[in-house]
């Protein structure tokens, strides 16, 4: 099998030999960008598994970029910023990022976040036929063509939402979906409305992670990105990043 290739895309000198340093010893096949016109360019050219972006480049801002690449890919992005401020991680994510990492970072955050986007590439290229009606992901097993969840071989008794809530995340495992995207998604409510429907959704998935989750303190399955949203951990312990909820 072929070595995954990382883009990444990082104009400070530093921060990209440290990036570069560890792509390199962990083997993996990566090419650097050090501005947004270069960054879409070799996202076209080169095709690779997964971009690492900053958002703070010298001529095109980074959510641009993201939302070009959109347009005509689905590779996961993965934004290292040192932009922190939720509103910045919010309009990344919403914009198709699929994970946000600030700056400064540990470089073991750093491959546990591209492990977690490699295997989803894996998971979507693997994914054809009557496979896509089931989906496995450690215990939890959801039948979607008769609309029914199993955990540890047990069925999950879902409400309505719940169950739609479950196979959003689900569909989307590895990609953090803001508070925004999933109200969009499941309500179908236009983000004006956006604040008045937030408290029912923390209220169903505070329910749905009781059924899911033997210790919703240390979770398995749904993780809780505070003040952001919500993400499907793909349910390998050795690889799971550290919860934040």
């Known amino acids: 099998m072929n070595k995954p290739l990382i883009l990444f895309v990082e104009d400070d000198n530093a921060v990209g030999n440290l990036i570069a340093t560890t792509l390199e010893t962990q083997n993996y096949q990566f090419h650097r960008a050090k501005n947004g016109s270069q960054a879409v360019m070799d996202a076209l050219?080169?095709?690779?598994?997964?971009?690492?972006?900053?958002?703070?480049?010298?001529?095109?801002d980074g959510i641009d970029i993201i939302k070009k690449i959109r347009s005509w890919?689905?590779?996961?992005?993965?934004?290292?910023?040192?932009r922190s401020d939720d509103r910045d991680k919010v309009a990344a994510l919403d914009a198709g990022a699929d994970d946000y990492l600030t700056k400064p970072f540990s470089v073991d955050e750093l491959l546990a976040r591209l492990r977690v986007a490699l295997r989803r590439v894996r998971y979507d290229?693997?994914?054809?036929?009557?496979e896509a009606a089931i989906y496995k992901n450690g215990g939890l097993l959801i039948n979607y063509a008769a609309?029914?969840?199993?955990?540890?071989g047990?069925?999950?008794?879902?409400t309505p939402m719940e169950y739609k809530l479950l196979c959003l995340l689900a569909k989307h495992t590895g990609k953090?979906?803001?508070?925004?995207y999933i109200i969009?998604?499941?309500?179908?409510?236009?983000?004006?409305?956006?604040?008045?429907?937030?408290?029912s959704l923390r209220v169903f998935m505070a329910t749905l992670r009781k059924k899911l989750e033997p210790d919703p303190g240390h979770p398995r399955y749904i993780q809780?990105?505070?003040?952001?949203?919500?993400?499907?951990?793909q349910n390998r312990q050795e690889d799971e990043l550290p919860p934040q909820a």
């Open 45 to 60: 050219s080169c095709r690779p598994d997964v971009m690492l972006l900053d958002l703070g480049l010298p001529d095109i």
């Open 147 to 152: 609309g029914c969840a199993y955990l540890d």
């Open 73 to 82: 890919s689905n590779m996961p992005i993965i934004v290292v910023s040192a």
């Open 224 to 233: 809780t990105h505070i003040g952001v949203g919500y993400r499907m951990l």
């Open 184 to 199: 969009g998604e499941v309500w179908g409510t236009h983000s004006e409305n956006f604040s008045s429907e937030l408290p």
């Open 125 to 130: 290229s693997q994914r054809t036929g009557e």
């Open 176 to 180: 953090v979906l803001t508070h925004n």
């Open 154 to 158: 047990q069925e999950l008794h879902l």
